[in-house]
Nanobody, 127 residues
Framework: HVQLVESGGESVQEGASLKLSCAVS?????????MAWFRQAEGKEREGVAA????????RVSDSVKDRFAISQDNAKNTVYLQMDRLEPDDTAVYSC????????????????????WGQGTQVTVS
């Protein structure tokens, strides 16, 4: 049973940086090889931000944030990170991490339905 706990969200000024963390427990290398970050702004659909293949360390970042966001992992700590730089008000959302199998991304696209385990989310507010 995979459990995901996000942290690091807070209210910041435009242009600031934040690093979100997703602590993972109950996860083995296989079959949940994919980890991803999603965000959902109020009144909008959930959007895939970035994903990483835990086996290869290959990753993709959504075109909408690729010049500002980066995903990484620390397998020793069972933690996945989302580094967010030059934050903008449009980045305001609840950010959630998720674990899934087989398909991590397709190009720069990360689909929620590829992921089966989800954290509760952490709020990021940019003003």
């Amino acid at each position: 049973h995979v459990q995901l706990v996000e942290s690091g969200g807070e209210s910041v000024q435009e242009g600031a940086s934040l690093k979100l963390s997703c602590a993972v427990s109950g996860l083995t290398t296989y079959p949940e090889n994919c980890m991803a970050w999603f965000r959902q702004a109020e009144g909008k659909e959930r959007e895939g931000v970035a994903a990483i293949d835990r086996r290869s360390d290959d990753f993709r970042v959504s075109d909408s944030v690729k010049d500002r966001f980066a995903i990484s992992q620390d397998n020793a700590k069972n933690t996945v990170y989302l580094q967010m730089d030059r934050l903008e008000p449009d980045d305001t959302a609840v950010y959630s991490c998720a674990a899934g199998r087989h398909v991590c991304y397709a190009g720069s696209v990360v689909r929620p339905y590829w992921y089966t385990s989800w954290g509760q989310g952490t709020q990021v507010t940019v003003s």
